[in-house]
């Protein structure tokens, strides 16, 4: 039975999701080329896409303005966009929200109605303004909403005629009163004059009482004084009560190709069309037809995937692309505009280099492996390196010991990355082994602790997976310990003993499941750790890492088993290791953690990021009895739940977590401490108290202590720091209350104090 969604008219107005306070702790990176839909008023062309919303003047195409989640949009994920005559952008979502963005004075407001619904499916698809009033069409209805009081009218238009319901409606139009609804189920309309929110009202057709082939309607507009629809089966137009199949020749022969956009320009009407071989779509075309001579369709574009089209009064294409931003054709001349960007929103996997640069790689989306500098992001596919085979890479790994980056393709073998130079290996120039033909797998990528890399080389079976890799060819390769049948392993770590540990798949049948431990200097060399073994709950491992002191994380479906002493493996070759759950402490009381772990990151101070597949973000103590954060969908810019990979960035702190919808960063204190003191800076200076954010104390080395006197020597307060390069101080003394205004000096100093270093810091008290 479809859920009823109450439209209050109290609805829901809301500002920025988080302070400007919180946002300059957060950062978020998406990819603005895949282009759901496209707007253009006043010589500027707007585009909302999976990555956030961006625009730019036709012609000026070099000012490119973009906005994400942190300026304002409820969501980044965007499907539809429309704009009103006052100079509103209305941005639509994946999610059922709506931001809109006044251009005038830059305000945002949303509106959540829909996204707070009970619906199982709640997109945005399109918008259409009539009179003052703009309507909106999402997966399961239609809402009419005033534009100037900025609130609904009316109930939802759930029900029409006698379609099935819940109608996904793809597109809207109103003309001369009349609403026209193109709709996943058929064509309706009625008089906008009507009460719409009853069945009755609308009048419908489907392929039962009319021309049309398909029922499914994806764009409605007008033209020479009729109402054309695209459908997956050609064209249709409705005049003087009638509907009407229109099939103009393209190359003598009438068109019944699916048809995805129309859009009108002067005297032509424009549509993109397409093949449909069941599963994918393909040989994108887009035809013009003109008043003077309907009957006959000219082609002017193809081998671009629409989503979204229009042409303007110049006659200019805009054309939102799958990958390629907007494309704009100027009678031949083509341009392709995006924010610079990663070129997937999906990060399966990250790394951070030597430098800072941070590495991703999108998995099984095909866009290869993207870098960012700070300064923009570097794209490495065969778009710009055609021999690099394929662009299907699901492991990146940054040398610890130098600038080259490798990364794990799935088909393609090895890449290696020295600043902007690609090397490829595989199995016609190194010493991988294909899977079959060409087609070479290179799985879990790490180093050992004299620099030597190993990787796994996924091949059939009874071959030697675990390789330690050499670019001379001279590897050393090695079965898997205790059941050479096994050659498909996914993630790698290594230990401070030079021991291997590697994640089994969870999706193979026949195969153990759990982890594997190899190391080359014991004998035997290693064994296979099931699940069973590493607790009576666990059915699958998704990650394995090795945090600061060398004990072994393993990220399993049911919480995370830990490895307290790996030198068991070393002591006892073949051994299965002692593990323990890791317990979250909370009122006194040592809870299991129960969560899906799908990635674990470790920081400069041990403390642990944990990924999981529902349910954000934790941040544990170096023991992991401390939650330390939470973070989600709730109370960050997190964009899903589902955490795919993390980095932390030494030189920097910042947290990196990879999604399925963008990178998202977070500022922390987990700095790489000095080696040698210098002089302690603090931020802000002068520090006004009480404060929301705490004092950052930076310029400490290792396990420092740090104290606060006043000018004239007195201790103010005294604490142990994290044990990185900043520490932080709320502001009060040591009996918890807040210090006077003055000017502090803050000493820090190592624990034989042979390292010690000072700085000076003003506080205000309001």
Excluded at 196 to 225: E, G, M, Q
Aim: hydrophobic content about 35%; aromatic content about 10%.
């Amino acid at each position: 039975m479809l859920k009823k969604l109450v439209l209050l008219t109290a609805f829901a107005i809301c500002g920025n999701l988080f302070s400007q306070s919180s946002n300059s702790l957060w950062n978020i990176y998406t990819s603005y080329r895949e282009v759901k839909a496209l707007s253009y008023k006043d010589g500027f062309v707007w585009a909302a896409t999976s990555g956030g919303l961006f625009n730019f003047e036709l012609n000026n195409l070099s000012n490119i303005k973009k906005y994400n989640s942190l300026d304002g949009l409820r969501s980044n994920e965007l499907t539809s966009l429309g704009i009103t005559s006052d100079n509103r952008v209305w941005a639509g979502a994946f999610d059922g929200s709506i931001s809109v963005f006044n251009i005038g004075n830059q305000k945002w407001q949303q509106i959540t109605d829909i996204y707070n619904s009970t619906e199982p499916s709640k997109r945005i698809n399109a918008f259409y303004e009539y009179n003052n009033f703009m309507f909106f069409a999402s997966e399961f209805c239609i809402v009419k909403f005033n534009i100037s009081n900025f609130e609904f009218v009316d109930q939802p238009y759930t029900r029409f005629g006698n379609l099935t319901a819940p109608t996904p409606v793809n597109d809207l139009l109103v003309i001369n009163d009349t609403i026209w609804a193109a709709t996943r189920n058929g064509l309706a309309y009625a008089n906008i004059n009507t009460n719409l929110p009853i069945a009755s009202n609308w009048k419908t057709y489907t392929t039962s009482n009319s021309v049309l082939k398909n029922n499914r309607i994806n764009s409605v507009a007008y033209f020479d004084s009729k109402v054309f629809m695209a459908t997956d089966s050609g064209l249709v137009y409705f005049q003087n009560g009638n509907l009407n199949s229109f099939n103009p020749l393209v190359n003598g022969n009438p068109f019944v190709d699916p048809v995805s956009k129309l859009s009108v320009s002067g005297n032509n009407l424009y549509f993109s069309a397409f093949s449909y071989d069941g599963l994918t779509k393909y040989n994108f075309r887009i035809f013009r037809t003109n008043l003077s001579n309907l009957n006959n369709a000219e082609l002017i574009e193809s081998g671009t995937a629409v989503n979204s089209l229009i042409v303007e009064q110049s006659g200019n294409l805009l054309i939102g692309t799958v990958n390629k931003g907007v494309k704009i054709n100027r009678s031949g001349n083509i341009s392709n505009i995006y924010p610079n960007g990663p070129a997937s929103n999906v990060f399966q996997d990250i790394s951070i280099d030597q430098n800072g640069n941070i590495y991703g790689v999108s998995g099984g989306l095909n866009a290869g492996v993207y870098r960012y500098n700070f300064n923009d992001w570097k794209n490495f596919s065969t778009e710009n390196q055609p021999w690099m085979q394929a662009n299907d890479f699901r492991h990146i790994y940054a040398s610890k010991y130098n600038n080259t980056v490798w990364a794990g393709g799935y088909g393609s073998g090895l890449l290696k990355i020295e600043g902007d130079s690609v090397l490829l290996y595989n199995n016609q120039n190194s010493c991988l082994v294909s899977l079959e033909g060409n087609f070479t797998l290179a799985e879990g990528i790490a180093e050992d602790n004299t620099g030597r890399l190993w990787l796994i080389n996924r091949a059939p079976s009874n071959s030697l997976p675990i390789i330690r890799f050499s670019e001379n060819g001279q590897c050393l390769a090695y079965p898997t310990p205790t059941n050479s049948t096994v050659t498909t392993l996914i993630f790698m770590a290594v230990d401070n003993f030079n021991t291997k540990w590697m994640t089994l798949p969870n999706d193979l049948p026949n195969q153990p499941r759990g982890v594997v431990y190899f190391n080359e200097s014991t004998m035997p060399n290693g064994s296979i750790v099931n699940t069973a073994s590493l607790g009576s709950d666990i059915s699958a491992v998704n990650h394995v890492v090795v945090d600061k002191t060398g004990e072994v994380w393993v990220g399993t479906d049911n919480g995370i088993s830990i490895i307290r002493e790996p030198a068991q493996v070393i002591n006892n070759p073949g051994s299965i290791p002692q593990t323990e759950k890791m317990r979250l402490i909370e009122n006194g009381i040592a809870t299991p953690l129960t969560e899906n772990v799908q990635f674990i990151a470790v920081d400069e101070l041990n403390n642990k990021w944990i990924g999981t597949l529902s349910n954000g973000l934790l941040y544990v103590s170096p023991d992991g009895s401390t939650l330390l954060a939470r973070y989600n969908t709730d109370n960050s810019p997190l964009p899903v739940n589902k955490i795919l990979s993390i980095a932390v960035s030494p030189q920097s702190g910042v947290a990196y977590f990879g999604t399925e919808k963008g990178l998202v960063a977070l500022n922390t204190i987990a700095v790489k401490p000095l080696e040698n003191c210098d002089k302690i800076k603090c931020g802000p200076n002068p520090f006004i108290i009480p404060a929301d954010s705490k004092l950052k104390i930076d310029g400490l080395v290792s396990e420092s202590t740090v104290k606060i006197m006043t000018i004239s020597g007195t201790l103010v307060s005294e604490f142990e720091t994290p044990g990185g390069r900043i520490a932080e101080w709320d502001g009060r003394d040591q009996y918890g209350n807040l210090v006077s205004s003055g000017i502090y000096i803050v000493a820090g100093y190592n624990k034989d104090a042979s390292q010690v270093c000072t700085g000076k810091v003003a506080v205000v008290r309001k």
